[in-house]
């Protein structure tokens, strides 16, 4: 099975958030707000790498649970455009790379990435996989093991907590 289906198998049970739901702080600035808002109006599916090179710091104001629903999109358009080096692919790789200490994980970190279940882990640990192939990838050989440390940490926290819905 392709990866891309993997993706949209492991999200497919989360749902859209309205409008309401897309942003919890209310301290961002109108572009902020406006680059939320775009990556909003479409499902996650339809949201395009061109979306999330124009608008990427919307991965910053994404509330927990819209992040965690726009997530596969992130993932999709690096591997459909078959790039490592979209904005989107660099914010990904530096969050996962982090402390190997749970309890020094930012709260930003900590309410996204925790809503993630195992099979969402699963592929999010494959694309990392997959994208640490890429003969020229932007990231060192550190960042990525990193990054695969700190998702062994999730599943770990995963199954200390629980799962969050599957």
């Not at 104001?61 to 989107?88: R, W």
């Not at 050989?141 to 700190?150: E, K, P």
Request: charged share 25%.
């Amino acid at each position: 099975m392709n990866l891309v289906k993997k993706i949209k198998e492991a999200f497919e049970w989360r749902t859209r958030p309205t409008v309401d739901e897309l942003i919890t702080s209310t301290e961002l600035t109108y572009d902020e707000v406006d680059s939320v808002m775009h990556i909003g109006k479409n499902d996650w599916y339809h949201v395009t790498a061109d979306d999330w090179e124009t608008y990427s710091e919307a991965y910053s104001f994404l509330s927990p649970s819209a992040f965690c629903y726009y997530l596969p999109s992130m993932l999709k358009v690096t591997i459909e455009d078959n790039n490592p080096n979209l904005l989107v692919t660099s914010h990904i790789i530096q969050t996962l790379d982090r402390s190997p200490l749970i309890e020094w994980w930012d709260e930003w970190f900590y309410e996204r990435f925790t809503l993630l279940t195992q099979a969402e882990l699963d592929v999010l640990q494959e694309w990392v996989i997959w994208l640490s192939s890429f003969e020229n990838n932007p990231f060192s050989d550190i960042t990525y093991s990193r990054a695969l440390d700190t998702l062994s940490l999730l599943e770990q926290a995963l199954y200390l907590i629980g799962s969050p819905n599957k």
